[in-house]
């Protein structure tokens, strides 16, 4: 007989935090009954308010420490309560690293249903804040009518003005605030969602090592009111400028940029390094958001490949190119794969920017496109896949699977899909997992990268 549950909302109790769950809230029980709550730390002894009650699980609010959790620090941010851009800025940086590496495992044993398998411990930063070399900041109004830049609250789309982030660029910072004061001279109105009216969505940043930065404002408009001045003030206000653009999006939805830009100064691209590669980035393109860790995130990724100069290499989901040029000092010869039209452009573009001419591009769906590779008698020694959040498909992993390579190494930023493809592709016995190894490319959020290294079992 299932036990009744005796707990509504608003109702106050004192707990304590006995885990932390894959989306960064701390877990505890009321006789039984299992609450998340945001901005905890196991450990933790907290007073909390009930804010909402499921059949079997709840949700709190935190309302007091009563006696601090040895993990808990004091966050170093301060719009980390109400802002949602980060879920453990109050733990310290070790048990975060600690943290990614149980996801992993959990998501590994849970979903994938592997027993016993080996997780290295997560590869942190030295110095992990200002790591994001692309901002994306919404632009609104707050309750007074203001025009304000920032974030949104975790699970919504309420504004937070946010001046100073511990993880951006100074420089995105110092675009939000120039763009604000453009909107405020030329009285252009910020974009409204809910009734499709107004002109600016979003200012969205690139930054390079070497201090060059790429703005881009987002507008519900085919041309920006006086656009000299935008121009203007941008020039003034972010040191190391090389591009100004306008990303026309006037279409109803959620994603941060239109189709189509205009470049109202400066460059088209922006160039940016990892190791000694050299890439061409556009607002479009998509480029990991630690130059930091992207660099030990691909190493370790070609690393564990072991690519011989006779290898073929597939680089599945390839973006502009990045793990293919790493590998391509290595292997025979290369051949990237991305439906993104722009990113096989920028791909190619790069390929000849570093005198790289052992990889190959191919535009189009990857399962649609290895497939008709393999028709025509291509065969890799070794594939690398990067694919988006969602996975790869399981039409993609049985050409894989025919292919019959010798290594695979999967790169992925989601622990639960990386699980579902890996249990897929080990099923039929022919291969196993030989590597784990958590890369933290996202410190004080629950994101996590891990490389994966599968190798035959028959080898």
Known sequence: ????????????????????????????????????????????????????????????RLEQILKASDVRVAPVCEAFDKCGGCDFMHINYETQLKLKRQQVLDALERLGGFKGVSV??????????????????????????RTVCGFYRRHSHDLVETEHCCICSEAAMAAAECVKEYMRIAKVKPYDEKTHTGIVRNV????AKDGSVMVVVVA??????????????????????????????????????????????????????????VFEISPHSFFQV??????????????????????????????????SLFAAKRAGKVIGVEIVEDAVKDAKKNAVRNGIENAAFYCGDVQKSIQYLYSQGERADVVILDPPRKGSDEKTLDVILNMHPERVVYVS???????????????SGAYRIDAVVPVDMFPHTVHVETVVLLARTDA
Not at 413 to 427: G, I, M, Q, S, V
């Open 120 to 145: 290295s411990e997560t590869r942190g930063m030295e110095h992990p804040y200002a790591y994001r070399n692309k901002t994306q900041m919404p632009v609104g109004k707050d309750k007074d009518g």
């Open 290 to 323: 630690n130059p930091v860790q992207t660099q030990v995130l691909y190493e370790t990724a070609v690393d564990m490949a072991n690519i011989q100069k006779t290898d073929t290499v597939f680089d599945l989901y390839c973006g502009i190119g990045t793990i």
């Open 413 to 427: 930023c989601n622990p639960a899909t990386l699980a579902r493809d890996l249990k897929y592709l080990c099923e």
């Open 1 to 60: 007989m299932e036990k009744s549950i005796n707990i509504k909302k608003n109702d106050i109790f004192e707990v304590e935090i006995t885990d932390q769950s894959s989306s960064g809230d701390g877990i505890c029980r009321i006789d039984g009954f299992t609450v998340f709550v945001p901005r905890t730390a196991t450990g933790d002894l907290a007073r909390i308010r009930i804010v909402k009650v499921n059949k079997t699980y709840g949700f709190g």
């Open 204 to 207: 969205f940043v690139r930054t």
């Open 220 to 277: 519900n408009a085919l041309f920006l009111p006086q656009p000299e001045l935008l121009v203007s003030l941008l020039c003034e206000g972010v040191e190391g400028i090389v591009s100004i653009q306008h990303n026309i999006h006037t279409d109803k939805t959620n994603l941060v940029l239109g189709k189509n830009n205009d470049v109202l100064w400066g460059s088209e691209t922006l160039c940016d390094t990892i190791g000694d590669l």
